[in-house]
């Protein structure tokens, strides 16, 4: 049997209830998330409950992207997450693994590929 922990978050940014300053969604800390590396996302709601995991080699980019494009498995529930939590993991197999075991293991609610526990 092979023993899989999830990583700890390396950055962990919150929503704002009225931002002063420019914000995508209530979120003002994207510059706290690696423009460069690659790793893990976890999208979570106020309940802490795991909304969507996702994974990237270019960690900001890819998660303004699911706040602001058209094709975003989110995009219907954007206004549902209030927590990203990032985890920085450079090996693209190591991404892969980890998101496809956090889904599973913790159910996120709005992944839909690569889900073996409906």
């Given at each position: 049997?092979?023993?899989?922990t999830?990583?700890?978050?390396?950055?962990?940014?919150?929503?704002?209830?009225?931002?002063?300053?420019?914000?995508?969604?209530?979120f003002?800390?994207f510059h706290?998330?690696?423009?460069?590396?690659?790793?893990?996302?976890?999208?979570?709601n106020?309940d802490k409950?795991?909304?969507?995991v996702?994974?990237?080699r270019?960690?900001?980019?890819?998660?303004?992207?699911?706040?602001?494009?058209?094709?975003?498995?989110?995009?219907?529930?954007?206004?549902?997450?209030?927590?990203?939590?990032v985890?920085?993991?450079?090996?693209?197999?190591?991404?892969?693994?980890y998101e496809?075991?956090?889904?599973?293991e913790?159910?996120?609610?709005?992944?839909?590929?690569?889900?073996?526990?409906?």
């Open positions: 049997m092979i023993n899989i999830i990583p700890k978050p390396d950055v962990t940014i919150t929503k704002k209830d009225n931002p002063e300053l420019s914000n995508i969604y209530g003002t800390d706290l998330i690696s423009r460069d590396k690659g790793g893990i996302f976890m999208f979570y106020r409950e795991l909304l969507f996702g994974k990237a270019k960690l900001r980019q890819r998660i303004k992207k699911h706040f602001e494009d058209n094709v975003s498995p989110i995009k219907m529930h954007r206004d549902e997450v209030t927590k990203i939590a985890c920085l993991v450079e090996d693209p197999v190591h991404r892969e693994i496809t075991y956090i889904i599973n913790l159910k996120a609610k709005y992944n839909v590929d690569k889900v073996f526990f409906r």
